[in-house]
C-alpha cells in the first residue's frame, strides 16, 4: 500500500460547475501527479507538483488547475466542468531522484 | 518528448499459455516500470526496471537501455492475468510517459 488516498472516489455533476479532487499521501514524496484516463488514450499527464507550490503542465492542461500548499495534498479543479472532461482521474506519487511511481485508486467523474 | 509504443495492442491466451509484451522508446529512458490495470481499474505496479532483467513468480521483464526496449514475458497465463498492461518510462525528470497499452484476455 504506498499510501495514497483519492477523493471523492465517483462524482456526477452537470456542466458548468466547479470540481475538485484531492489526492493525499502519507509518504513525503516531493513529486505528485495527475493523470487521466480515456478509452483509446491510455494515461495521459494533466499537471504535476515537484514540491509545495511548484506546479507545471502536462500534456492535458486545459480546463485544469492545481494547488499544492502542504507536501501531503494536491488538488485538482476544474473550474467550470464540461462533458469532455468525463474520465477517471489517477493521482501518483514518486519520491525524490529517480524513483518508482505508485498510483492511487482512481476517482471515476461524470460530467452531464 | 518522449514516445512509447506497445505491441500487440490486444491479446488473447488460452490459459497456460506464454505471451511476450513489447514496449518501445523513442529516446533513451532512465526510468522504466512495468503496471497492470486490473478488470476493477487497480494500477498495479509489476516491475520497477531501467535496465537488466528481473522475475517475480511467473512474470519477468527485461530492459535492453541502449536499444530503447523492454519486454514483458508471462509464463502459464491465467485469467487473473487478463487486463491491460502499460509499460511508462522517463528521462531525468520528465514525467513519466505511458504506451496506450496491451489489453490481455486470457480464456479458461
Known amino acids: 500500500d504506498a499510501g495514497i488516498t483519492q477523493s471523492p472516489r465517483h462524482k456526477v455533476t452537470e456542466t458548468g460547475t466547479p470540481v475538485t479532487l484531492r489526492c493525499h499521501q502519507t509518504e513525503n514524496h516531493r513529486y505528485m501527479y495527475w493523470y487521466r484516463q480515456d478509452p483509446g488514450h491510455g494515461l495521459r499527464l494533466i499537471h504535476y507538483?515537484?514540491?509545495?507550490?511548484?506546479?507545471d503542465k502536462g500534456e492535458v492542461s486545459d480546463g485544469y488547475s492545481v494547488s499544492r500548499s502542504k507536501t501531503e495534498d494536491f488538488l485538482l479543479t476544474l473550474e467550470s466542468a464540461t462533458s469532455s472532461q468525463t474520465s477517471v482521474y489517477f493521482c501518483a506519487i514518486r519520491g525524490q531522484g529517480i524513483g518508482e511511481l505508485f498510483f492511487g485508486e482512481g476517482s471515476r467523474l461524470t460530467v452531464l | 518528448g518522449i514516445q512509447v509504443e506497445q505491441s500487440p495492442p490486444d491479446l488473447i491466451l488460452q490459459e497456460g499459455a506464454n505471451s511476450t509484451l513489447r514496449c518501445n522508446f523513442s529516446d533513451s529512458v532512465n526510468n522504466l516500470q512495468w503496471f497492470h490495470q486490473n478488470p476493477w481499474g487497480q494500477l498495479i505496479n509489476l516491475f520497477y526496471i531501467p535496465s537488466g532483467t528481473k522475475q517475480n513468480g511467473r512474470l519477468s521483464a527485461t530492459t535492453v537501455a541502449t536499444e530503447r526496449y523492454s519486454l514483458l514475458y508471462i509464463s502459464s497465463s491465467q485469467t487473473t492475468d487478463s487486463g491491460v498492461y502499460f509499460c511508462?518510462?522517463?528521462?531525468?525528470?520528465?514525467?513519466?510517459?505511458f504506451g496506450k497499452g496491451t489489453r490481455l484476455s486470457v480464456i479458461a
Open positions: 507538483s515537484y514540491g509545495v507550490k511548484d506546479t
Open positions: 511508462a518510462g522517463f528521462s531525468g525528470n520528465t514525467p513519466l510517459v
